[in-house]
């Protein structure tokens, strides 16, 4: 066995495939710490700041003093708290859902809820968009299920495999992401539900990098859109903290309580988590100008990379994509940032597909236009 892993290690390194972990420490103004220098952060998800926001971290620190570290069990036993129920009630509010329920992480909540919605009717077909997030491969890998994938934001493609693999079938699922992690471009989500209306399917979106940042007060674009039966998004991006919600109804969540062995199997999230999810509800809301500056930013690097001759994708949100090809470019440009002091690290296959490797710049509200033009100057003379 281990003769076979040293090999797959090598096989790995030959792609310029290799990866390692690095420590890294966040730190004010968009910046982060890491190899003892202070780097200009386009790479941690941390859209808003909120990670060390004030009243995050005190929040956390003050409900880890009053109710303990630990919520000592799942919560279907006795790990659901006063402080659990209040959050879930937040969250649905905050979505405009009947019903919330937090869960520990989101690639724990995409791989146990999937195969879970799966479960209930004798054959079921999902429907995922080719770009979702590896948790929705692994729930859909999970599932006893017919998986198609349809051809990106590809509202054609996904019609015509709804109406040639999903009419013998007694459920179908369709799963998009509201805003794509590593493309940074939007979901057509009114095309997606109407298909689902007229081919009577529930539609399942993950909200992951949407929340917090995009829809009316930062409550994601199903906040703008409603029609999706089941709604997933993280606390661990834009709202700083750690974990996961689910928005649904009444049904739904019923349903997932009696049969996601995710939230069946696994320790409740303990409270100093749930102290800064509640801080980061509060915040959130608040939020329209660092997301009107954020937007702005991201404008401002689309414009300058096109400018430059990049392809920035469909990217419409604070991810915003420098696709350089292979990985042996991704790297050397994500060295020649790290030079200039600038964490903008390569995205390599399989995260992306072969042949677009790439910079992924996560912008932040916490960054200046200056920044920005950093970034830009940068990638100028790499171009030349
Ligand atoms: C990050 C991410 C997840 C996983 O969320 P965690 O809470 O970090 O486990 C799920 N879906 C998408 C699209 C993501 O980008």
Not at 4 to 23: F, G, N, P, W
Not at 121 to 127: E, L, Q, V
Not at 353 to 368: D, E, F, N, V
Request: charged share 20%.
């Amino acid at each position: 066995m281990l003769d076979h892993i040293r090999q797959s290690l090598d096989r790995i390194a030959e792609k310029d495939r290799m990866r390692a972990l690095k420590v890294a420490q966040l730190a004010d103004g968009g910046r982060i710490m890491r190899d003892g220098r202070e780097l200009l952060d386009l790479s941690s998800n941390d859209y808003l700041g909120l990670a060390r926001h004030p009243l995050l971290t005190e929040t956390a620190a003050n409900f880890a003093r009053e109710y303990g570290a630990g919520s000592g069990a799942s919560r279907l036993i006795t790990g659901t708290s006063a402080a659990h129920e209040t959050v879930d009630a937040r969250i649905a509010a905050f979505k405009g859902t009947e019903t919330a329920l937090v869960m520990a992480s989101g690639w724990q909540a995409n791989a146990g809820i999937i195969p879970a919605l799966a479960k209930a009717a004798p054959t079921t077909a999902i429907f995922a968009d080719e770009l979702v997030h590896n948790s929705i491969h692994a729930g859909c890998r999970a599932a006893r299920a017919d998986v198609h994938f349809y051809a990106h934001n590809d509202a054609e493609d996904l019609e015509r495999l709804l109406t040639t693999r999903g009419a013998g079938v007694d459920a179908r699922i369709i799963i998009t992401e509201s805003c794509f992690s590593m493309d940074g471009d939007l979901a057509d989500l009114p095309a997606l539900n109407a298909l689902a209306d007229k081919h009577g399917a529930l539609l399942y979106v993950d909200e992951a990098h949407a929340t917090g940042v995009l829809g009316r007060g930062g409550a994601g674009l199903t906040a703008d859109h409603a029609g999706a039966a089941l709604v997933m998004g993280t606390f661990s991006k834009a709202l700083g903290g750690f974990g996961a919600y689910v928005a649904c109804s009444a049904l739904l969540r019923d349903y997932l309580v009696n049969m996601c062995p995710g939230l069946i199997f696994s320790t409740a999230p303990p409270p100093a988590v749930l102290g800064a999810m509640s801080a980061a509800l509060e915040l959130v809301p608040t939020m329209d100008g660092e997301r009107a500056h954020l937007a702005k930013l991201s404008q401002r690097m689309r414009d300058g990379l096109q400018g430059l001759g990049y392809d920035t994708l469909g990217s419409a949100s604070q991810i915003v994509p420098l696709v350089v090809g292979s990985e042996k470019d991704a790297l050397a440009l994500g060295e020649h940032l790290l030079e200039a002091g600038i964490a903008g690290l390569p995205i390599r296959p399989p995260t992306v597909p072969k042949g677009t490797s790439r910079i992924r710049l996560a912008l932040r509200s916490t960054l200046s236009s200056e920044d920005v033009d950093l970034v830009l100057d940068c990638v100028s003379t790499w171009r030349r």
